[in-house]
T-cell receptor, first 114, second 114 residues
Framework: EAQVTQNPRYLITVTGKKLTVTCSQN?????MSWYRQDPGLGLRQIYY???????DKGDVPEGYKVSRKEKRNFPLILESPSPNQTSLYFC???FGQGSTDTQYFGPGTRLTVL | GDSVTQMEGPVTLSEEAFLTINCTYT??????LFWYVQYPGEGLQLLLK?????DKGSNKGFEATYRKETTSFHLEKGSVQVSDSAVYFC?????????????FGQGTRLTINP
């Protein structure tokens, strides 16, 4: 089954404790990205990757890191989480980078930083 | 920059009612337009899209027409069902500096009562 998977689905942590949210897709997609969803703000892009070893900042990159060592994986790293990073996070992928390409979303990771 | 404005929610309707969720956009280029739907506890999934002016996207009884003259992409359905209860996101996609940029509206929560 074609899908985007994220782990963990739920995470409660404390300020300053490094964490990684994994994202994997099995559709051989080139383009992957991370979004955060906050009430009243819709989804905002954190980082994106156009291919292996090619990543760039989205609209809200502060406090986050990413890597793309393999085509299928695109982990999101929070080196020192803070309470303002409490949010619902989505990974997404698409076949290409065109404006007509459909994004496929993972199920989401709900993060709480105390 | 590019932006999307959606009708504020929440919206509550009775089953078989007519649905309209308004969406307007501003963009510097020639974007594609999308409606994504998020069912409870799930990630976003594509509902429909339109890639150029006057195109009509349709799926599952939902329709939206790309109106360049009014910069709108309103979502409509003639007779809603309880299973349509979800959060609906309008989005535009444009290529900016060689990369796909997806911009979301804030989302509209729809509840259908039996």
């Amino acid at each position: 089954e074609a899908q985007v998977t994220q782990n963990p689905r739920y995470l409660i942590t404390v300020t300053g404790k490094k964490l990684t949210v994994t994202c994997s897709q099995n559709m051989n997609h080139e383009y992957m990205s991370w979004y955060r969803q906050d009430p009243g703000l819709g989804l905002r892009q954190i980082y994106y990757s156009m291919n292996v070893e090619v990543t760039d900042k989205g609209d809200v990159p502060e406090g986050y890191k990413v890597s793309r060592k393999e085509k299928r994986n695109f982990p999101l790293i929070l080196e020192s989480p803070s309470p303002n990073q409490t949010s619902l996070y989505f990974c997404a992928s698409s076949f290409g980078q065109g404006s007509t390409d459909t994004q496929y979303f993972g199920p989401g990771t709900r993060l709480t930083v105390l | 920059g590019d932006s999307v404005t959606q009708m504020e929610g929440p919206v509550t309707l009775s089953e078989e009612a007519f649905l309209t969720i308004n969406c307007t956009y501003t963009a510097t280029g020639y974007p594609s337009l999308f409606w994504y739907v998020q069912y409870p506890g799930e990630g976003l999934q594509l509902l429909l899209k339109a890639t150029k002016a006057d195109d009509k996207g349709s799926n599952k009884g939902f329709e939206a027409t790309y109106r360049k003259e009014t910069t709108s992409f309103h979502l409509e359905k003639g007779s809603v069902q309880v299973s349509d209860s979800a959060v609906y996101f309008c989005a535009l996609s444009d290529r900016i500096q060689g990369a796909q940029k997806l911009v979301f509206g804030q989302g509209t929560r729809l509840t259908i009562n039996p």
